[in-house]
């Protein structure tokens, strides 16, 4: 894969990630007559070509998503995207599998109530005087690491920001990706003593590089698989990419 010569050309780990579907994890959910004729997805395909014909770092928490649902709120119910509760369980699968030391899991820490939490999914349906909002459900007593803001310029959906944490991994990680990142980086800014998010809207390539970064995470959530073919359009400098 292109993107990972460049970055491995540059001394920088690259990792992609793969955020489910809300579908993907609660299909059983979808109306009956939305048939869902094979449970195997594009994202599968991808992920199971990529470990047979690559050696690139793929992270997909299909799996784990799967068997918590039961247990945790992992998605909003009036929304497509993910929960903290969601996004907390897939940054440990991350970070752990990365080979770093996980964050307690989810039946160590504490769950509670944030204010409301406005969804996608009703605005799109035009039903938010019957879908209006729900509870934003946060996690807390999950570490005793400080997090600090170095920069935050969100923007409606865009996003972009930077975090420090004393006594965290040294390494600098990058994030690009959708708007599944902004949760993500939540919780990942407590396991690196820096870490960057930003939306790929937003992104000129060239930037974590620039910025002395050590690992560069790729996060494209599954309904953006098609996108997948111009990533190297997005991280890759012309110039580099020219050679």
């Keep these: ?36 004729i094979r449970d195997h997805s594009k994202a599968d395909q991808l992920v199971g070509y990529l470990a047979e014909h690559t050696d690139l770092f793929v992270v997909y928490p299909k799996t784990l998503l799967r068997e918590r649902k039961d247990r945790y709120p992992l998605y909003y119910k009036y929304d497509t995207h993910w929960t903290d509760v969601g996004a907390y369980l897939s940054v440990n699968e991350l970070i752990g599998q990365m080979g770093y030391a996980t964050m307690p899991d989810a039946d160590q820490v504490t769950f509670q109530e944030e204010g409301e939490h406005v969804g996608d999914l009703a605005v799109m349906l035009g039903l938010l005087q019957y879908f209006h909002t729900e509870p934003e459900i946060g996690v807390a007593d999950f570490t005793g690491t400080e997090a600090e803001t170095v920069y935050s310029y969100p923007h409606h959906i865009l996003f972009n920001e930077k975090f420090t944490a004393d006594g965290a991994n040294p390494e600098k990680v990058y994030v690009v990706g959708d708007s599944f990142s902004a949760k993500l980086a939540e919780y990942l800014k407590y396991s690196f003593s820096e870490t960057t998010v930003i939306h ?35 991280l890759i400098p012309k110039a580099e990419e020219m050679e």
């Design 1 to 36: 894969m292109r993107v990972q010569e460049y970055y491995q050309s540059k001394g920088i780990r690259f990792i992609l990630f793969i955020a489910p579907n809300k579908e993907s994890v609660y299909g059983e959910l979808l109306p009956d007559k939305y048939e869902q």
């Design 200 to 234: 790929r809207m937003e992104y000129t390539p060239g930037l974590a590089e620039g910025e002395e970064t050590d690992i560069v995470v790729c996060e494209v959530v599954e309904r953006y698989m098609d996108e997948m073919g111009s990533i190297s359009e997005v």
